[in-house]
Every structure is written in C-alpha cells, then in structure tokens.
C-alpha cells in the first residue's frame, strides 16, 4: 500500500504563489504518471496536472500557463508550482497516480481570499 503524504498549503492572498509537494512511499514511484487534483467544498475532485514516467506533463485549461507540475525521482516527490492563485483555485489538494488509485492521501488545504 503506498502513502502518498501532501504538504505546503496554507493561505495566500490572489496573485500570490505556493509550492506544494507529495511524498510517495512506493520504491517503484519513477515507473507511475502521477497527478495534482483538487477538491473545492461541494465540488468534485478534479484533475488538476499530470505528469508521466518519462515527464511529459498535461493541464487542465483552468492552471495552463500558472500551474507547473514536476518530480524528482530520487526524492520520490512531485512538486506543483502554483502562481497568480485566485480565489476560484481554493480546494485541498491532493496527489495520486493518474490515473489515481483508491488511496488517497489526506491532501494540503490551499486557501486563496484576501
């Protein structure tokens, strides 16, 4: 069972930037695509970034050209740069394999408000 274990959330005013990381405990954490959702109160989890074994990423329209998405294999992390945040990009944001997997992590609350 892997742990996938998120971190640098926390409250950011609109036009600000955070950094967020996802620790996995698999051994095998190169061979997966990995991806960034997100999950707003009363929305559905969505997809946010994605990023294969071979680092070729994708976005969805709504972070394309704010959103970066990466990994370091040695470290068994992936990384999302979030920058020009707005208040509509407030979720908890978690990591998974994508496609993702039943487990989940407990995700890093991104709040966005002035």
Same mark, same amino acid.
């Given at each position: 069972?892997?742990?996938?274990?998120?971190?640098? !959330?926390?409250?950011? *005013?609109?036009? @600000?930037?955070?950094?967020?990381?996802? +620790?996995?405990?698999?051994?095998? $954490? /190169?061979?997966?695509?990995? !991806?960034?959702?997100? *999950?707003?109160? @009363?929305?559905?989890?969505?997809?946010? +970034?994605?990023?294969?074994?071979? $680092? /070729?990423?994708?976005?969805?329209?709504?972070?394309?050209?704010?959103?970066?998405?990466?990994?370091?294999?040695?470290?068994?992390?992936?990384?999302?740069?979030?920058?020009?945040?707005?208040?509509?990009?407030?979720?908890?944001?978690?990591?998974?394999?994508?496609?993702?997997?039943?487990?989940?992590?407990?995700?890093?609350?991104?709040?966005?408000?002035?």
């Amino acid at each position: 069972q892997v742990q996938l274990v998120e971190s640098g !959330g926390g409250l950011v *005013q609109p036009g @600000g930037s955070l950094k967020l990381s996802c +620790a996995a405990s698999r051994s095998t $954490f /190169s061979r997966y695509a990995m !991806g960034w959702y997100r *999950q707003a109160p @009363g929305k559905e989890r969505e997809l946010v +970034a994605s990023i294969t074994d071979d $680092f /070729s990423t994708n976005y969805a329209d709504f972070v394309k050209g704010r959103f970066t998405i990466s990994r370091d294999n040695a470290k068994s992390t992936v990384y999302l740069q979030m920058n020009s945040l707005q208040p509509e990009d407030t979720a908890i944001y978690l990591c998974n394999a994508y496609p993702a997997y039943d487990e989940w992590g407990l995700g890093t609350q991104v709040t966005v408000s002035s």
